[in-house]
């Protein structure tokens, strides 16, 4: 499969835990995205990457978020001091930097559960 | 700040039928894509059809269309011969050109009987 893969697909934690989420892209796509997604929602817009350089930072992203890109491959979205407001799915995107489309593919997201 | 609104969180269609999902949408921008993404449940999300605002014809994929309009930044999807499975959830989305983040609507939850 050469879609987008992300890893944990559940994770359940303790308010007040540190957790990281993994994206893989697509090899040839140079551009990664965040996206959270609430239940009954549409996804919202986190960040942003082309190839290692973090591009746009949404202003949901509080200082208790961070992502990387490291070497423009994978990316990591680390949240730190979870809160129960945090509990959403966690979607990674990626896409070509070829304009018109940048056509985003989506992964099947991260489901995030803080207790 | 682009805002998209869908105004109707569910909406149901008999197999075979047709249905349209309304989408409208807030920007100053004259150039910019619009989008239309399927979510099945418990599955990642995929694109089903983009229009460019710089096109005045719809664009349209096999079953799917779209009626744009510009002026009345309106943008419906409308699927014909409906598929179970076409059941899922629906967004449209919004980008400006040479940006990389999507806008979502808040999407429309499309049900077929059989």
């Known amino acids: 499969d050469t879609g987008v893969s992300q890893n944990p697909r559940h994770k359940i934690t303790k308010r007040g835990q540190n957790v990281t989420f993994r994206c893989d892209p697509i090899s040839e796509h140079n551009r990664l995205y965040w996206y959270r997604q609430t239940l009954g929602q549409g996804p919202e817009f986190l960040t942003y990457f082309q190839n290692e350089a973090q591009l746009e930072k949404s202003r949901l992203l509080s200082d208790r978020f961070s992502a990387e890109r490291p070497k423009g491959s994978f990316s990591t979205l680390e949240i730190q001091r979870t809160e129960q407001g945090d509990s959403a799915m966690y979607l990674c995107?990626?896409?070509?930097?070829?304009?018109?489309?940048?056509?985003?593919?989506f992964g099947p997201g991260t489901r995030l559960t803080v207790l | 700040a682009q805002t998209v609104t869908q105004s109707q969180p569910e909406m149901s269609v008999q197999e075979a039928e047709t249905v349209t999902l309304s989408c409208t949408y807030d920007t100053s921008e004259s150039d910019y894509y619009l989008f239309w993404y399927k979510q099945p449940p418990s599955r990642q999300m995929i694109l089903v059809i983009r229009?460019?605002?710089?096109?005045?014809q719809n664009a349209t994929e096999n079953r799917f269309s779209v009626n744009f309009q510009k002026a009345a930044k309106s943008f419906s999807l409308k699927i014909s011969d409906s598929q179970l499975g076409d059941a899922a959830m629906y967004f449209c989305?919004?980008?400006?050109?040479?940006?990389?983040?999507?806008?979502f609507g808040q999407g429309t939850t499309l049900q077929v009987k059989p």
């Open positions: 995107a990626s896409s070509p930097r070829s304009e018109p489309y940048n056509e985003q593919f």
């Open positions: 989305a919004y980008r400006r050109l040479k940006e990389g983040k999507l806008i």
């Open positions: 229009q460019e605002a710089y096109k005045q």
